[in-house]
């Protein structure tokens, strides 16, 4: 019985310094593998055998524990069978696990790439035209940004200066192809700044594909210094 005791005390002390590891361990399915791991590298099984790990219910102690003021959300209690290799002899221990009686598993941070494509305009216009990109280069149907990886447009907005009568739409173009997300400009409107974000996977693109943005006039107007960023996420 001393060993017993013994032996729950020194594992319970170096269970309660390990809490951070044993909070970070697996599911709850590979608890009693963990505490079966734990209890062979710390050598109290002697070279023995390990037969049977067990988590006990704190409210049926068995009489070898006696523990006060136990708080179920606090500590875990596991009994480990083992046979010493050299006698024979069936013994056990009890592990104690500090802070959860269930192992949870460590969260892992997902993290995002988000990247923003230029594309502007200096000289007036007054019919449709694509934008240039941040280096002046005009873009076109088969002209433009290439991604690189799979992803998503999530964002664009839009500064420009406009007169006359009439609206502009500033609209992603994908492969030459209008995706149908757009900023809104109107000489009727309440300025010349307009900005819009979208869900990911509403517009996707894959390796390869050609991002640019086109300018549909609507009406006679006249437009110029347009600066437009464009927001991807993968």
Avoid: C
């Amino acid at each position: 019985m001393k060993r017993e005791v013994l032996l729950l005390v020194l594992v319970g002390l170096f269970i309660f310094t390990a809490g951070v590891l044993a909070q970070e361990v697996g599911e709850v399915s590979l608890k009693e593998e963990f505490v079966e791991e734990f209890v062979e590298d710390t050598n109290f099984v002697d070279s023995g055998e390990v037969n049977s790990v067990a988590q006990i219910n704190q409210s049926e102690l068995p009489e070898d524990i006696q523990i006060q003021d136990i708080e179920e959300n606090s500590i875990g209690i596991f009994e480990v069978n083992f046979t010493e290799s050299d006698t024979q002899e069936e013994k056990k221990v009890f592990v104690v696990t500090y802070a959860t009686n269930d192992f949870k598993k460590k969260a892992v941070a997902i993290t995002k790439n988000v990247q923003n494509l230029f594309f502007g305009m200096a000289e007036s216009q007054v019919i449709s035209a694509y934008l240039e990109t941040a280096n002046g280069v005009q873009t076109g149907e088969d002209s433009g940004y290439v991604m690189m990886r799979d992803g998503s447009v999530t964002g664009i907005s839009t500064t420009l200066e406009v007169s006359g009568k009439g609206k502009l739409f500033i609209s992603v173009y994908k492969n030459g192809e209008d995706t149908g997300f757009h900023n809104l400009i109107s000489t009727d409107g309440d300025g010349e700044i307009d900005f819009d974000l979208q869900s990911e996977d509403v517009v996707k693109y894959r390796p390869g594909d050609v991002i640019s943005v086109y300018v549909r006039q609507s009406g006679e107007v006249s437009w110029n210094n347009v600066v437009t960023m464009v927001e991807t996420t993968s």
